[in-house]
């Protein structure tokens, strides 16, 4: 997760990341959870994969009708969130298919919340009235992840396989503010939506979203289907990892911050921007982006556990070769502390031994390589090259 908001206008957020480095979970703020020294991971927690719509891009194929028999009991679910009030997880982000169709959530949320356990929700939106809203806000779930694929309902709603979605999206954020709930804006960037970003984020400052959060594909789930067809290139990228800077420079950071995901080589463009702007705050940039210990959280400071209690390093790391194990045979709590374990092994010792483009690359010990997950996906190789980092031409061309 790259925060570019927090490098941009960065004063005085070093000093509070030092000062939480390693203090007890509970007790961080939640946009200094990435930069502490704490390895109890957030944890991304797939209640269901029923949801009610089928998008496109989905990373893991929920939709209507998703056989839910082997899904965690609201038994199962309360004992694995006792399990992570122990081990001292920091914050839960319940996320689906659509979370808000499992009928125990409010159970759920207020257990979690009465453990001490801070939570979000990553939604599509549509299910989000007014009543829903508050009781978001009553069973102690502080924030919203709402999805918006587009600035124009067209372009969303043939995303979301879904007429009328983007309408009902965009009226959850009024509900949320209106109950006191937090909420941002989540797309997914493709070359089918990528020419509204400008035009999505005016639209986020307002409806009010206090985050603006832009994923890059990862081929899973149903976003593998899709991915040589909509993923970007390295030019496009660049254009919009240049608007994204631009628009955070010109927003407060107060009003909404501006952050990536699943590319932790765009940490080296924001130092680059920095660098070329001549910014006071460059120094405790590159400090936040080396604190993060080589970009990528997964496996680390986050988790992700899917409907049936599979354990996995993230949310786009659900495959076979990188299941850690199933909290139905061992509490998650011993799964998460072995890190002999060979798919935890991958994703935490460093330095990784990159091969090919990356491992020659001198911005390694920033990003660490990029995602892994899509390197795998690319090259059969968890070592090998991120295929989507567009820095990876101009550093090539470096070396030779």
């Excluded at 020294?37 to 089928?54: E, I, M, S």
């Excluded at 999206?169 to 989540?186: D, K, P, Q, T, Y």
């Excluded at 992700?304 to 990188?322: H, K, L, T």
Aim: hydrophobic share 35%; with cysteine.
């Amino acid at each position: 997760m790259n925060r570019i908001t927090q490098c941009l206008h960065g004063r005085g957020t070093v000093s509070e990341v030092l000062q939480h480095r390693h203090s007890r979970p509970d007790q961080v703020p939640s946009n200094y959870l990435a930069y502490t020294g704490v390895l109890r991971p957030v944890v991304f927690w797939n209640l269901t994969d029923r949801c009610n719509l089928a998008c496109s891009h989905c990373y893991s194929r929920s939709g209507p009708g998703q056989d839910t028999a082997a899904e965690l009991t609201t038994s199962e679910a309360r004992a694995l969130i006792d399990d992570f009030a122990t081990m001292g997880v920091p914050l839960i982000l319940f996320s689906g298919g659509e979370p808000l169709l499992r009928e125990d959530i409010w159970e759920l949320a207020r257990h979690a919340a009465s453990r001490g356990i801070k939570m979000a929700l990553s939604t599509n939106g549509t299910l989000i009235s007014s009543a829903t809203a508050r009781q978001i806000s009553e069973n102690g779930i502080e924030y919203a992840g709402i999805s918006l694929d587009g600035a124009v309902a067209a372009t969303h709603d043939r995303f979301r396989n879904s007429p009328g979605a983007f309408d009902r999206s965009i009226a959850a954020f009024s509900h949320c503010r209106e109950a006191g709930v937090r909420c941002g804006v989540r797309i997914t960037l493709t070359r089918e939506n990528c020419g509204e970003l400008g035009a999505l984020i005016d639209l986020a400052k307002l409806i009010g979203a206090s985050r603006f959060c832009l994923y890059w594909l990862v081929p899973a789930g149903r976003g593998r289907d899709g991915y040589e067809r909509l993923q970007l290139g390295p030019d496009t990228v660049t254009a919009a990892l240049d608007l994204l800077h631009r628009k955070a420079r010109e927003t407060e950071k107060g009003v909404m911050e501006f952050l990536t995901v699943d590319a932790p080589q765009d940490a080296i463009r924001l130092l680059r921007y920095m660098e070329q702007e001549q910014s006071p705050d460059l120094n405790d940039a590159r400090t936040l982006i080396t604190s993060s210990n080589g970009g990528c959280s997964a496996g680390n400071r986050v988790a992700n556990i899917d409907p049936q209690g599979n354990v996995y390093p993230c949310q786009f790391a659900r495959s076979p070769e990188f299941l850690i194990g199933n909290i139905r045979e061992q509490p998650f709590s011993e799964l998460w502390a072995d890190s002999s374990h060979p798919v935890l092994a991958l994703f935490r010792n460093r330095p990784v031994p990159l091969t090919g483009a990356c491992g020659r690359c001198r911005h390694q010990a920033l990003c660490g390589g990029g995602c892994r997950v899509r390197a795998f996906a690319a090259t059969g190789n968890f070592y090998g090259d991120d295929p989507f980092c567009s820095l990876r031409e101009e550093e090539s061309g470096r070396t030779q």
